[in-house]
């Protein structure tokens, strides 16, 4: 991102009082004698290029002199600011990186401010894109590909974080497609384990806490549109998702509604070829489950 150049300016002196009274406490216990502690200088303020990821840290660099100490550096779109220390991203006097995580979309601004003074030394532009998830699936020799997901955390934030959640810590490889060629036309995964004819179904644990249920909130089970899963307790949605095969305006109410949070938006051949595939029952799991399971290989949130 593009440095934005900075005049000098003075932030509200009640957000830095704190770490201004902090920095005058430690150099008074420096005792007589001690060299004052340095104050940052600032070059410019980045964001590191690919990092402003709805739900994800964000690095920000900022070069200058001694600008790993003595700086407050904020973001109102992204929470719980703090210098790294370790690689890659290593902070020195020199350059120093910041990261923080994002929580809202569109563009904003982050800030370098001396902590002593309150004065702003730079500042930088950036924009949050809709986040989107690009999954592989595979079933063996027969059947592959890869779908995009886009999604929408203006109208379901809790279900998207919750998505993201099982994305980013890798809890869908390994799953499976389990419920397909049905007459609620959905295609549903991400629970359970390869099943095997004769043998339990195996559901993959641990999962995150259940959330609350969002549904009116602007979006539909439309064709391709994405939503998760629950049992008949609204506020129970864990891991599993579905993709609508078929406009399902029904399931927006249906015993209290089904939450949607995303829509297919490259892929929608992969996910027919999801539905289409050889099934058979597999109670209590499915009414239709594939025949060679269709096994999640990769799921990455690519923006």
Known sequence: MTPLPTAPTRLPR??????????A????????????APIPTVSSVSVVAGTS????????AVTGTDVDQGLFVTSPSCRDMFLSTSPPYQSNSATAYYRCRVTALGTSLVTAARAIDSVVLGQAAYTVPLPQVTMTVSEGPTFSGTM???LFPGNAPLTVNNFLNYVNSGFYLGTIFHRVNNTTNIVQGGGYLPLTQGS????????FAPIPLEVGRGLSNVLWSIGMARTDQLD??????????ANNPSLDGFRGGYAVFGTVSAGADVVTGI???PCTAFAPVSECAPNLNILITGATQTQ
């Not at 129970?236 to 095969?245: D, G, K, L, Q, R």
């Open 14 to 23: 009640a957000r830095f009082i704190g770490a201004a009274l902090v920095s």
């Open 25 to 36: 406490l430690l150099a008074a216990c420096g005792g007589g004698g001690d060299d004052p």
């Open 53 to 60: 990821k709805y739900s994800q840290n964000m690095v920000i």
């Open 148 to 150: 995009v997901f886009t």
């Open 200 to 207: 339990v179904p195996v559901v993959k644990t641990p999962t």
């Open 236 to 245: 129970s949605a864990t891991s599993e998702f579905y993709i609508n095969v």
């Open 275 to 277: 539905d289409t595939a």
